[in-house]
């Protein structure tokens, strides 16, 4: 799935070894996701040293890799995943008053729904307020990362389109996000490979 909102068809590069804090939803980048033998090398390289090694929070709605691996796992459903992500940019931007986009009314209009996610996601408010707090404190060194077949639902631009928002409100454009770079090896779609099924399907 290419990113919106970065003006190129293209999935970004995601720099894990360079992010002290990761948030993943759903998206098993150890296990399945776009490339994980380099994401693996990336997140084991940042976890060497006990004393400065990342944190991975993983919010699940299936057993992975990735979350077997978490520092933090909670159990989310399929539909919670856009929760996820927007409660935490509440968390940052509206409530704790931070990055780009804080005082953006626009902004805080979009995300004021999501101001107790937290209470239904029956996540404890104080871990909750951590993961937030922690994502501040490693402003440009965080990473937030969301995709695979469990967020292939309906909504699935607009969890893609939040991640991005988180992102760009939490400084990591350009540090643990290479948009314009891009995963070169990741260019076809999912119509793509629909339409080349159904012409072998055809004799094509």
Same mark, same amino acid.
């Given at each position: 799935?290419? +990113? ?5 068809? =293209? ?7 360079? @992010? ?6 759903? @998206? ?9 033998? *380099?994401? *693996? ?27 077997? !691996? /978490?520092? =933090? ?6 539909? %919670? ?15 704790? !008053?931070?990055?780009?986009? @804080? ?5 805080? @209009?979009?995300?004021?729904?999501? /101001?107790?996610? /937290? ?6 408010? $104080?871990?909750?307020? %951590? ?28 969890? +893609? ?16 996000? $290479? ?8 260019? /076809? ?9 159904? $012409? ?5």
């Amino acid at each position: 799935v290419s +990113q919106s909102r970065y003006d190129e068809d =293209v999935i970004p590069y995601f720099r894990f070894d360079k @992010a002290k804090v990761i948030v993943s939803i759903d @998206a098993d980048f150890l296990g399945t996701w776009l490339a994980p033998a *380099t994401f *693996t090398h990336q997140f084991a390289k940042a976890r060497k040293n006990p004393k400065t090694m990342n944190q991975l929070i993983s919010f699940d709605s299936t057993y992975s890799l990735t979350g077997a !691996n /978490a520092d =933090v796992r909670v159990r989310i459903k399929p539909t %919670q995943q856009l929760a996820v992500v927007m409660g935490l940019a509440h968390e940052i931007v509206v409530k704790k !008053n931070f990055g780009k986009y @804080a005082g953006n009314s626009q902004a805080k @209009a979009a995300l004021e729904p999501f /101001a107790d996610v /937290a209470s239904q996601l029956k996540v404890d408010k $104080e871990v909750w307020a %951590q993961v937030a707090a922690n994502l501040i404190e490693n402003k440009g060194k965080s990473l937030v990362v969301a995709g695979g077949l469990p967020t292939m639902t309906t909504g699935w631009k607009n969890l +893609q389109i939040a991640v991005n928002f988180l992102n760009s409100a939490l400084g990591n454009d350009g540090s643990t996000v $290479e948009s314009k770079m891009g995963l070169s090896s990741l260019k /076809a779609s999912h119509k793509d490979l629909a339409n080349l099924i159904e $012409e072998m399907n055809a004799g094509k």
